[in-house]
T-cell receptor
């Protein structure tokens, strides 16, 4: 089985940097995904990590430590449109099933 | 990029009736589609994995006779909520992968908001 934990909500100022953490426990790991979800909409893909280290993609970066069962998503130069829920999801080994965390609601204020 | 559509986007039905939700991959063939349910302020919960031409695999606690899944072609999977009750009101989201076991990304549909009165 899988257990994925994320903090629930944070508020940050436009232009700031926020870090969203995700810890997981899984019997078989085959990659970790970060998704952005605006209210009432489907998740959109942000990043994917399968090896340890940092993946950078524009204003968003994601880090993975497999030995610690830990990942974070870093959002830089926050914009108002970044107000959304950020979900981490772990993919199981051997198939494409994803187990999602509860998501972290980020509210960006002027 | 790969596009997945869902229909309808919103549906209101009366308790006891059945509702069918369609999930289509528009520009690629999806051997595997997934159905999720999301309650307000909750995460996505996987309901079932749908493989083209075979029976769906349901997650523990999901009633297969209540949530009927059909994956008749490589571009279409349907979820039918039978004898709907108010507690079935939720946001239903499907996703699709390009090829089973090889692609690392799931492409999500826009979701279907179901309200059962």
């Amino acid at each position: 089985g899988q257990n994925i934990d994320q903090p629930t909500e944070m508020t940050a100022t436009e232009g700031a940097i926020v870090q969203i953490n995700c810890t997981y426990q899984t019997s078989g790991f085959n990659g970790l995904f970060w998704y952005q979800q605006h209210a009432g909409e489907a998740p959109t893909f942000l990043s994917y990590n399968v090896l340890d280290g940092l993946e950078e993609k524009g204003r968003f970066s994601s880090f993975l430590s497999r030995s610690k069962g830990y990942s974070y998503l870093l959002l830089k130069e926050l914009q108002m449109k970044d107000s959304a829920s950020y979900l981490c999801a772990v993919r199981e080994e051997g198939n494409n099933r994803l187990a999602f965390g509860k998501g972290n609601q980020v509210v960006v204020i002027p | 990029g790969a596009v997945v559509s869902q229909h309808p986007s919103r549906v209101i039905c009366k308790s006891g009736t059945s509702v069918k939700i369609e999930c289509r991959s528009l520009d690629f063939q999806a051997t595997t589609m997934f159905w999720y349910r999301q309650f307000p302020k909750q995460s996505l919960m996987l309901m079932a994995t749908s493989n083209e031409g075979s029976k769906a695999t349901y997650e523990q606690g999901v009633e297969k006779d209540k949530f009927l899944i059909n994956h008749a072609s490589l571009t279409l999977s349907t979820l039918t909520v039978t004898s709907a009750h108010p507690e079935d009101s939720s946001f239903y989201i499907c996703s699709a992968t390009l090829t089973s076991g090889l692609s690392y990304e799931q492409y999500f549909g826009p979701g279907t908001r179901l309200t059962v009165t």
